[in-house]
């Protein structure tokens, strides 16, 4: 049997076919999983989730963008230098380990990742840290960084080296110049993305939790911050459970309880975009089934925060006993976009128009041509560029009679009087901003793995134990369970096979099974969190008004007898939460429960 709530999640996940190991035939690889047939629905009904709500009822854009892209994407993003996680190898048997894992599986310390390297090999030397795999001890092993990208090649021959994305984002950003055309050049837009991402983990582990191939939802909302303020009126009333990172650091800090509204005004949360999604996100988590009592937003500590990051939070849920980030919500200001301009040739800017037109003055050089190409030969457009930019940033550097540029590699000269310098005044319109990125982030695996971890329930029905998930009907795998009463009678099956054909063609997910007793078929879709099953009985087809049939509630295991002509829109409306099971009972005749054998 499962000794603990990870356990009992993966095996009822293997056995009833919502995820397990990829490739067992060949003994297996850490950190790929497959989706069987009732995860693959229940991921997919996440991301339709997702989607609805984050693309749009929010009015923004969605894209699809390639897995792999060429190196100098990721020289620009920064992950080449720093997309690393903290590795020690055992010197016994040779298995690595993710340093920062051990600590915080074996000490009481959190979030070891935001602890600089020879602090994290201290620790392990102080608790003596062993290799979980052979027990040998870790002390005075080196601990080293190990970039999570895979490398692949990209054509035949020399080929072009790039990677696998480790997050959809990019895929973004290196669009922007054509998706601000799409959004007609004005700010606000958000892009969104769902897709593959891959990082080579150095310890994957924890089932869907850490992974080496995942899900990601991403949006990027691209605002301008000197004007742009989202409106919070819709989210200001939610009540939240925040841990802000003063509560952790200190020795009696814990979760506050608290309004987004409220959470914003008084600084608690330091973006007001960033408030913004903490509420929508809450809402969404809350409408798929989360168990909001196992919730709460944690703000990045100062070591976690990237460089760029004005504010972070993460949404946490608790499994097992442990906290497990669902999502990032950071502010990333300009620093993608403008990395972006800088390593390629192409415009991460967008227009803002002013209200009036002002006049501003502007440092302008008009250098010599006839001067610069016999001196400068193919630098001279180079030059010529140099000197108009240092004249917008350092128009004090043109006061001597010299002025020196770099150009590419080298260093340049140019005799001020060649360089016509000169302050003009000029009527402007507008001006060109490089906007700021709100980002929320979500892991769709993580998600799906929660809601079968808060929906799995143990109880007794009819004096028979059951498990069962009470998955929200707006995600569960399958819409409705139909069922002919026993199986050996034809009428029974075949009205059962034509009821589960009307539901299809009315757009429900719908599984019809006559196998075993009505009892077990009961227990098999209350396993897998189906949460209406539709049975077909002698009583419901040989009186003398119209064809029933019965309608039972997963949870309560409740029954209602419904005529088969209502029997589509009853089930539409409980699926989309407008009328509940108790108002369905009112409305029509109870059928006893002590049938389920």
Same mark, same amino acid.
């Given at each position: 049997?499962?000794?603990?709530?990870?356990?009992?999640?993966?095996?009822?996940?293997?056995?009833?076919?919502?995820?397990?190991?990829?490739?067992?035939?060949?003994?297996?690889?850490?950190?790929?999983?497959? $989706?069987?047939?009732?995860?693959?629905?229940?991921?997919?009904?996440?991301?339709?989730?997702?989607?609805?709500?984050? %693309?749009?009822?929010?009015?923004?854009?969605?894209?699809?963008?390639?897995?792999?892209?060429?190196?100098?994407?990721?020289?620009?993003?920064?992950?080449?230098d720093g997309f690393d996680d903290m590795i020690v190898e055992c010197p016994a048997c040779g298995e690595s380990h993710r340093a920062d894992h051990l600590i915080e599986d074996s000490t009481g310390i959190e979030e070891a990742e935001s602890l600089p390297i020879d602090e994290v090999e201290a620790l392990i030397a102080k608790h003596d840290l062993a290799c979980p795999n052979c027990g040998t001890s870790l002390k005075g092993e080196a601990v080293e960084e190990f970039n999570l990208m895979f490398e692949t090649t990209i054509g035949p021959g020399s080929s072009t080296p790039g990677y696998l994305r480790p997050e959809t984002a990019q895929g973004i950003f290196v669009e922007f110049p054509r998706l601000k055309e799409y959004a007609r050049n004005r700010l606000p837009f958000g892009v969104t993305q769902i897709g593959r991402a891959y990082r080579n983990e150095i310890s994957p582990r924890k089932s869907l939790v850490r992974t080496r191939e995942f899900t990601q939802a991403e949006l990027e909302q691209f605002v301008d911050p000197e004007t742009d303020e989202p409106d919070l009126s819709s989210v200001a009333d939610i009540e939240a459970r925040l841990y802000p990172a003063t509560e952790q650091v200190d020795d009696d800090g814990e979760v506050i309880e608290t309004t987004i509204g409220e959470a914003v005004e008084e600084g608690?949360?330091?973006?007001?975009?960033?408030?913004?999604?903490?509420? &929508?996100?809450?809402?969404?988590? *809350?409408? &798929?089934?989360?168990?909001?009592?196992?919730?709460?937003?944690?703000?990045?500590?100062?070591?976690?925060?990237?460089?760029?990051?004005?504010?972070?939070?993460?949404?946490?849920?608790?499994?097992?006993?442990?906290? &497990? *980030?669902?999502?990032?919500?950071? $502010?990333?200001?300009?620093?993608?976009?403008?990395?972006?301009?800088? /390593?390629?040739?192409?415009?991460?800017?967008?227009? =803002?128009?002013?209200?009036?037109?002002?006049?501003?003055?502007?440092?302008?050089?008009?250098?010599?041509?006839?001067?610069?190409?016999?001196?400068?030969?193919?630098?001279?457009?180079?030059?010529?560029?140099?000197?108009?930019?240092?004249? *917008?940033?350092?128009?004090?550097?043109?006061?001597?009679?010299?002025?020196?540029?770099?150009?590419?590699?080298?260093? $340049?000269? #140019?005799?001020?009087? #060649?360089?016509?310098?000169?302050?003009? !005044?000029?009527?402007?319109?507008?001006?060109h901003i490089t906007p700021h990125v709100v980002e929320p982030s979500f892991g769709v695996d993580r998600t799906v793995y929660t809601l079968v971890a808060h929906a799995m329930h143990e109880d007794v029905v009819d004096?028979? !134990?059951?498990?069962?998930?009470?998955?929200?009907?707006?995600?569960?795998?399958?819409?409705? /369970?139909?069922?002919?009463?026993?199986?050996?009678?034809?009428?029974?099956?075949?009205?059962?096979?034509? &009821?589960? %054909?009307?539901?299809?063609?009315?757009?429900?997910?719908? #599984?019809?099974?006559?196998?075993?007793?009505? /009892?077990?078929?009961?227990?098999?879709?209350?396993?897998?969190?189906?949460?209406?099953?539709?049975?077909?009985? =002698?009583?419901?087809l040989e009186g003398d008004g119209p064809d029933s049939v019965t309608v039972r509630e997963r949870d309560s295991a409740a029954q209602a007898r419904v005529p088969v002509d209502d029997l589509a829109s009853v089930l539409l409306d409980l699926r989309a939460g407008t009328r509940t099971f108790d108002d369905v009972l009112a409305e029509y005749d109870t059928v006893e429960t002590g049938a389920e054998a």
């Open positions: 049997m499962p000794e603990s709530e990870g356990e009992a999640v993966a095996e009822l996940a293997k056995r009833r076919g919502f995820f397990f190991g990829a490739a067992g035939a060949y003994g297996g690889v850490g950190g790929f999983y497959t $989706y069987g047939p009732q995860g693959a629905a229940l991921k997919r009904s996440v991301e339709d989730a997702w989607r609805e709500r984050f %693309a749009v009822q929010e009015g923004n854009l969605e894209i699809d963008g390639p897995t792999i892209m060429p190196e100098p994407v990721f020289e620009a993003s920064g992950h080449l608690v949360i330091g973006n007001a975009w960033i408030g913004y999604y903490l509420g &929508i996100a809450y809402e969404w988590y *809350e409408s &798929i089934g989360v168990d909001m009592d196992r919730f709460r937003y944690r703000q990045h500590l100062a070591g976690e925060r990237a460089h760029y990051a004005a504010d972070c939070w993460d949404a946490e849920v608790e499994v097992d006993g442990e906290w &497990i *980030e669902t999502t990032g919500f950071a $502010y990333r200001s300009d620093y993608d976009l403008s990395n972006h301009a800088a /390593g390629s040739d192409d415009d991460f800017t967008v227009f =803002r128009q002013y209200d009036e037109p002002k006049t501003v003055e502007k440092a302008v050089v008009d250098p010599d041509m006839s001067v610069l190409g016999p001196e400068f030969g193919s630098a001279a457009a180079d030059v010529a560029d140099a000197l108009q930019e240092l004249a *917008e940033r350092d128009p004090a550097a043109f006061d001597g009679e010299e002025v020196t540029v770099e150009a590419g590699d080298s260093e $340049y000269s #140019v005799p001020t009087d #060649v360089a016509n310098f000169r302050v003009e !005044e000029q009527t402007e319109s507008g001006e004096g028979e !134990e059951r498990t069962y998930l009470d998955l929200s009907p707006t995600v569960a795998p399958t819409d409705v /369970g139909v069922f002919p009463l026993v199986s050996n009678v034809d009428y029974l099956t075949e009205r059962a096979e034509e &009821i589960a %054909a009307e539901l299809r063609a009315a757009g429900f997910s719908v #599984v019809h099974d006559d196998s075993g007793s009505i /009892g077990r078929r009961y227990r098999r879709q209350d396993e897998v969190g189906t949460p209406f099953c539709v049975t077909v009985d =002698r009583d419901g």
